[in-house]
């Protein structure tokens, strides 16, 4: 069965600080893979997605990044974090273009 | 640009009555459309979805209805139970974009 898993599970980070999440999944191979933001009022912001190797779509104009060193690893960095990333970071991933979505656990991102 | 909308940010129902979730966009490219529920901390769990070229689909309690002339989407929850108190999000897809509504919190009374 697939699995995804995305860590870690809480961060709290000073502005002007890196990050770097990270998402793998496991029991697929070539999934489209998915980063939204939930933040207060805003549902679930589509950041970046990626339908295969280094092969990523950004949604967004923000100081964050995604890539996809391998098939099923997708990786959201920033060089430095602003106030307005805190938020609930979910990775997903997919198989059909029908937009069932499986999600991962969420991170918890909070920027002092 | 918000593609899909969806106007009521909370939704009270009676338990045992009906739960209708409403939902709007903008793209008339959208090829499918999905409702997904949500409980805090915890990422969203896909619940039912409809092609763009059908106007209902039923999965037990859950019925997705689309109406594309009006670009309108809605979900009816019958009965509602107190499970089904969560946050619901509508979702539409289009040439592999996945882009959510923000989401309507749906409390089921006693």
């Known amino acids: 069965s697939q699995t995804i898993h995305q860590w870690p599970a809480t961060l709290v980070q000073p502005v002007g600080s890196p990050l770097s999440l990270e998402c793998t999944v496991e029991?697929?191979?070539?999934?489209?893979l998915y980063w939204y933001r939930q933040a207060a009022g805003r549902g679930l912001q589509l950041l970046f997605y990626s339908i295969g190797i280094d092969q990523i779509s950004s949604e967004v104009p923000q100081n964050l990044s995604a890539s996809r060193p391998q098939d099923r690893q997708f990786i959201l960095s920033s060089k430095k974090l602003l106030l307005s990333d805190s938020g609930f970071y979910l990775c997903?991933?997919?198989?059909?273009?029908?937009?069932?979505?499986?999600f991962g656990e969420g991170s918890r991102l909070t920027v002092l | 640009d918000q593609q899909v909308k969806q106007n009521s940010p909370s939704l009270s129902v009676q338990e045992g009555r009906i739960s209708i979730l409403n939902c709007d966009y903008t793209?008339?490219?959208?090829?499918?459309f999905l409702w997904y529920k949500k409980y805090p901390a915890e990422g969203p769990t896909f619940l039912i979805s409809?092609?763009?070229?059908?106007d209902k689909n039923e999965d037990g309690r859950f019925t997705v209805f689309l109406n594309k002339s009006a670009k309108h989407l809605s979900l009816h929850i019958v009965p509602s139970q107190p499970g089904d108190s969560a946050v619901y999000f509508c979702a539409a897809s289009w040439d592999d974009k996945i882009i959510f509504g923000k989401g309507t919190r749906l409390h089921i009374l006693p």
């Open positions: 793209n008339s490219m959208f090829d499918y």
């Open positions: 997903a991933w997919s198989a059909r273009r029908t937009g069932e979505l499986f």
């Open positions: 029991g697929t191979s070539n999934p489209n």
């Open positions: 409809i092609s763009s070229i059908k």
